[in-house]
């Protein structure tokens, strides 16, 4: 692994150093100078710093790993009670995409307390084998118990990558095991692809969406990455059953927790955006809070909801839970309204994926255009009404 070097007899002005790094990296502390944890290694302080008061070096002493011994994709099963998350079916459409290039199994790991008939579905969507750990300790979610039932998975199996839904328990779970087996984990990717040796190409936006990073894990095994729901495809539920189930276990002393649930009280249910099937996205071009009513009345005519950009939450305009894009929500909606909205990457790549994407900005070089299916130009303020009127006189005419 490559690290920075600070050779402080080479260091002519500190201050001038602490200057040049645009990401806070560079400190002093009892008077030497110091790289600390918000590094991005973008080497920046070594090329225009002083030479050689910085310097960037590999890591020589770096094992290459045996990737022969690391075979298969596995996709960790995301469940509340057996009740399964779809974002599992859409990583193992993605599992057998990525496994196809490489002639390897697709795996599904399972954890919980009687989930031995609800493990028996995921067979009808063509993984190889799914591992099941059917244990009462296992009943609710608990970091520690899960992390060993997945070391244990991993170190019996030895699948090359795995797939996590970026879901509450996935977020929890799959860095605490990366950090338990000393691996690469890629957060939230939207794009994954699979080289010929073996190495997954994890792609995400990065640097505030402005690049998409191409992550790569090429000397550890087993690679990592998060994905979160609405992201990828999910295949089609098969009418047989393919593949089979093992049941695992594990002794009862490695699922011991010094964590004890004492009560769960269930949430009261809500719709949230990625389950609705219209959204009116309002975005900066929205010029008080006041304006939202508008678009809030476009999509209840819809029978959809109003969703938001970054912006308008920051602004406290609208709740966090309605915001689309990489920060906060990934949705796939079979009619997306987008209204003021620029086209940020980090928005785009929320909402990308949508059936039909209809764009409304007074720019006519708005990036959004790029991506929308539909685009109109023309102030939201004028067209909105419009087409709210033409919607209710098409109501009244049915």
């Given at each position: 692994m490559a690290k920075l070097v600070v050779n402080q007899?080479?260091?002519?002005?500190?201050?001038?150093?602490?200057?040049?790094?645009?990401?806070?990296?560079?400190?002093?502390?009892?008077?030497?100078?110091?790289?600390?944890?918000?590094?991005?290694?973008?080497?920046?302080?070594?090329?225009?710093?002083?030479?050689?008061?910085?310097?960037?070096?590999?890591?020589?002493?770096?094992?290459?790993?045996?990737?022969?011994?690391?075979?298969?994709?596995?996709?960790?099963?995301?469940?509340?009670?057996?009740?399964?998350?779809?974002?599992?079916?859409?990583?193992?459409?993605?599992?057998?995409?990525?496994?196809?290039?490489?002639?390897?199994?697709?795996?599904?790991?399972?954890?919980g307390e009687n989930i031995s008939a609800q493990s028996r579905e995921i067979l009808h969507y063509g993984v190889d084998k799914v591992f099941v750990y059917d244990d009462e300790k296992l009943s609710r979610f608990k970091i520690e118990p899960y992390t060993a039932v997945f070391e244990d998975f991993v170190n019996n199996i030895k699948p090359a990558s795995i797939l996590v839904g970026a879901t509450p328990v996935g977020r929890q779970l799959a860095p605490r095991f990366a950090a338990r087996v000393r691996t690469g984990l890629t957060a939230d990717c939207t794009i994954l692809e699979m080289n010929e040796n073996t190495d997954l190409v994890q792609i995400r936006p990065a640097f505030g969406g402005n690049i998409m990073a191409q992550i790569l894990c090429p000397n550890n095994r087993p690679q990592m990455a998060t994905v979160r729901y609405k992201v990828m495809d999910a295949p089609k539920r098969n009418a047989n059953e393919s593949g089979e189930v093992i049941n695992c276990s594990l002794a009862s002393e490695l699922l011991d927790c010094n964590v004890e649930v004492l009560d769960i009280i269930p949430k009261a249910k809500e719709q949230f955006i990625e389950a609705s099937d219209v959204l009116v996205v309002a975005g900066r071009g929205v010029k008080k809070q006041e304006d939202l009513a508008l678009l809030q009345e476009l999509a209840d005519l819809l029978g959809g909801q109003l969703a938001c950009t970054r912006p308008l939450y920051e602004n406290g305009w609208i709740e966090a839970k309605r915001q689309v894009g990489l920060s906060g929500r990934t949705v796939r909606p079979k009619l997306i309204i987008t209204c003021g909205v620029s086209g940020s990457i980090q928005f785009v790549a929320g909402m990308n994926n949508a059936e039909q994407i209809i764009a409304i900005n007074k720019d006519e070089n708005a990036t959004i255009f790029k991506t929308a299916h539909y685009g109109i130009v023309g102030d939201l303020y004028d067209i909105i009404p419009n087409l709210i009127e033409q919607i209710k006189d098409s109501k009244e005419a049915i």
């Open positions: 007899n080479k260091v002519v002005s500190i201050n001038d150093l602490i200057k040049i790094c645009p990401f806070g990296a560079l400190e002093e502390s009892e008077g030497k100078l110091q790289i600390n944890a918000a590094c991005k290694m973008c080497k920046l302080c070594v090329k225009k710093g002083p030479k050689g008061a910085i310097e960037y070096v590999e890591d020589e002493d770096q094992v290459e790993i045996d990737k022969s011994k690391w075979n298969g994709i596995a996709v960790y099963v995301d469940h509340i009670d057996g009740v399964i998350h779809p974002v599992t079916y859409e990583l193992i459409g993605k599992a057998k995409e990525l496994a196809a290039k490489i002639n390897h199994p697709v795996y599904a790991v399972m954890m």
